[in-house]
Structure formats: C-alpha cells, structure tokens
C-alpha cells in the first residue's frame, strides 16, 4: 500500500516561530500537495508540486512556502507562525494517470 | 477554486439503513471523487466517476453524475457503524482536487 508519512501528529509552536511540516510518500509519486482543513471550510490548497523542485501556488500560499529537494519529500514551511495558522495540516500524493489522491494521516498545528 | 458543496452538512441514520448525500458544483469538471474522512485523520480515496459516466458503483457504494445539473450523490447502502464518519466531494479538472465542508455522517447502533 501507498504511504504517506507525516512527521508529526500534534505541533504546538509559538508565535513568530518558524515551522517545518514534513511529509514524506513511499511510491514514487510526481505530485504532492498540502492542504489546511478547518471546520465549516473544508480542504483548502496551499501549495502543490507536479515533481521534483517544482512547486505552484495553491488558493491560499499567504504566509507559507515549500521545498521538493527530493521526490518522496515535501516540506510546508511557516515563516512567522500566527495563530490564525493553527488547523489541521494534510498532505496527499498522486502518480501521473491514477486520479486518486493519498493522504497522510495529519498533523495537528496549535500556534500560541 | 471551483469547489463541492455536499449537502447535508449532517446526517444521522440508524445501522441498516441507507445514507445519502450530494455535491453540487459550479464548473465543468474531468472527474469527480469521493472521500472519507475518519475522525480526526487523513482522508481515504473511495470513488471516481468521470464526466461522461452516470453512475458509479463500489461495494456498497453507488455514485450518480449529472453533469447538466452539476450535482452528484454518493449512496451507501446497509450501513454499519464503521461508516461513521466525514464524507467529502472532491472536483478535478486541472490535475488539483478542489474539495467541500463535507457530510457528518453518524451511524447509531
């Protein structure tokens, strides 16, 4: 089975902090995605990446960025956490011609 | 984006019986899928239907496309209390998944 691995299940940072969101997938993937879930919102995009050091904005890439040195890895970095950043953080891969994506299983952001 | 929007945003069945929920949309779509979201964890990919499909079926899921109404519905039939749970609609029409608030579906014994 496809995996996709987040590196943390529960983060709490403080504010002005610099965050790193790991995330790592196990198939060979090209495209890898992060989205932010918050309640009544549903899944919002931040960033996406079609392969290896690409990278495109999503809906919502304001006060995010991310890195692809390397194909299974997909990092979201939060430059200055603030706390209307605190959400659930999901990332998700798919190969070229298989519709479906793969989520990873979450990591839970409080930024205080 | 061109996001789904499911409809009801809860629903509380009783073990047995059917569940159903639907998605609107606002655009022309490639495809559009479905996913479950257990409490609090990642979301697991159950059903694709394409846009020249109609009617999709999984198990105990069926899934009906109208495109001229850009609505869909996914049905579970018989359902147990493992189906407890969020279900999402998700558009794809330019290799991103555009996703809704979801459906709360809970399942009582």
Redesign the interface.
């Known amino acids: 089975d496809v995996k996709?691995t987040q590196s943390s299940r529960y983060l709490v940072k403080r504010t002005g902090e610099k965050v790193f969101l790991e995330c790592v997938q196990d198939m060979d993937h090209e495209?890898m995605?992060w989205?932010r879930q918050d309640p009544?919102?549903?899944?919002?995009?931040i960033y996406?990446s079609?392969d290896v050091k690409m990278k495109e904005k999503?809906?919502i890439p304001e006060g995010y960025s991310v890195s692809r040195e390397k194909k299974e890895r997909f990092s979201l970095i939060l430059e200055s956490a603030s706390t209307n950043q605190t959400s659930?953080y999901?990332c998700?891969s798919r190969t070229f011609g298989i519709?479906?994506?793969?989520?990873?299983?979450?990591t839970?952001l409080t930024v205080v | 984006?061109q996001?789904g929007e499911e409809d009801p945003q809860a629903l509380s069945i009783q073990e047995g019986e059917n569940a159903t929920m639907n998605c609107s949309y606002k655009t022309s779509i490639?495809?559009l899928?479905w996913?479950r979201q257990n409490s609090?964890?990642?979301?697991?990919?159950l059903i694709?239907i394409r846009s020249n499909e109609r009617e999709k079926h999984s198990g105990r899921l069926r899934v009906t496309l109208d495109t001229s109404k850009k609505s869909s519905s996914l049905l579970i039939t018989a359902s147990r209390a493992a189906d407890t749970a969020s279900y999402?609609c998700a558009i794809?029409n330019d290799?991103?998944?555009?996703?809704?608030?979801?459906t709360t579906v809970t399942v009582r014994a």
């Open positions: 996709v495209n995605f989205y009544g919102l549903g899944l919002r995009l996406f079609y999503g809906d659930m999901l998700a519709y479906g994506y793969t989520f990873g299983s979450g839970r | 984006s996001q490639n495809n899928q996913y609090g964890r990642g979301l697991v990919h694709l999402f794809n290799y991103k998944l555009s996703f809704g608030a979801g």
